[in-house]
């Protein structure tokens, strides 16, 4: 059973400063994807990587595929209270039909 | 230009009643997966139809839980004889062709329906 560990589960900080968002596992995937949900709405599709090494860029969040494809991270730069939300990693193993999603990662910007 | 609905928003049953929860995916879209998610958690996979193909129900949790999707469009999620461990938000997701074919597709997600088993 292919499984993704997020961390960390919960972060609170304030406005302005930088963070990172890890997605972590043993097994190997053919992509992985972030997604971000707000309250009582659905997750939306960030990014999708594909390539080990791969970095992706969006505004002032950056995303990276491991080498090996087996972990990725988020990385927020000047956080805005905008950027609160549930974020969550899901993978596609060699193979698979569908996603492994994290447990997620929910992230709070305080003003 | 809908994205992916769900209905109803919010069910509040009592244990042991069943439940019927519905999704419209965008149209053109041939995958369509369920999942379920507790209180602010990681989503759980549940079902997954594409196309014409036999669906994969390897998600389901038990056999109290069932789900079709009729003429390619619709789906409805059934949940016999629900419990109060089946609380959670059932979400709906749809994409053109499925992870079967395409490990970069985007999904869409409904808002999803939050149930409450009393």
């Known amino acids: 059973t292919q499984l993704l560990e997020q961390s960390p589960q919960f972060l609170s900080i304030q406005e302005g400063e930088n963070l990172t968002v890890y997605c972590n596992s043993s097994?190997?995937?053919?992509?992985l994807q972030w997604y971000r949900q707000e309250p009582g709405e659905g997750p939306v599709l960030l990014v999708t990587?594909?390539?080990?090494?791969e970095v992706k860029k969006l505004k002032r969040l950056t995303f990276q595929f491991g080498d090996a494809r087996k972990d990725s991270s988020l990385h927020i730069t000047a956080a805005q209270t905008g950027d609160t939300g549930l974020y969550l990693c899901?993978?596609?193993?060699?193979?698979?039909?569908?996603?492994?999603f994290g447990q997620g990662t929910r992230l709070t910007i305080n003003p | 230009g809908a994205g992916v609905s769900q209905s109803p928003s919010n069910k509040v049953t009592e244990k042991g009643k069943d439940v019927e929860l519905r999704c419209d995916p965008i149209?053109?879209?041939?995958?369509l997966y369920w999942y379920r998610q507790s209180l602010g958690q990681g989503l759980e996979f549940l079902i997954y139809?594409?196309?014409?193909?036999?669906?994969?129900k390897s998600g389901l949790p038990s056999d109290r839980f069932s789900a079709e999707r009729t003429g390619g469009s619709v789906s409805t999620l059934t949940i016999q004889r629900t419990q109060q461990e089946d609380s959670a938000v059932y979400l709906c997701?749809?994409?053109?062709?499925?992870?079967?074919?395409?490990?970069?597709?985007?999904?869409?997600f409904g808002p999803g329906t939050r149930l409450l088993v009393l």
């Open positions: 997701a749809s994409s053109f062709l499925g992870f079967r074919f395409s490990h970069q597709e985007t999904q869409y």
């Open positions: 097994s190997v995937f053919s992509s």
């Open positions: 990587v594909v390539t080990g090494g």
């Open positions: 899901a993978g596609a193993g060699q193979g698979a039909q569908k996603l492994v």
């Open positions: 149209s053109g879209h041939t995958a």
């Open positions: 139809f594409q196309g014409n193909s036999a669906p994969d």
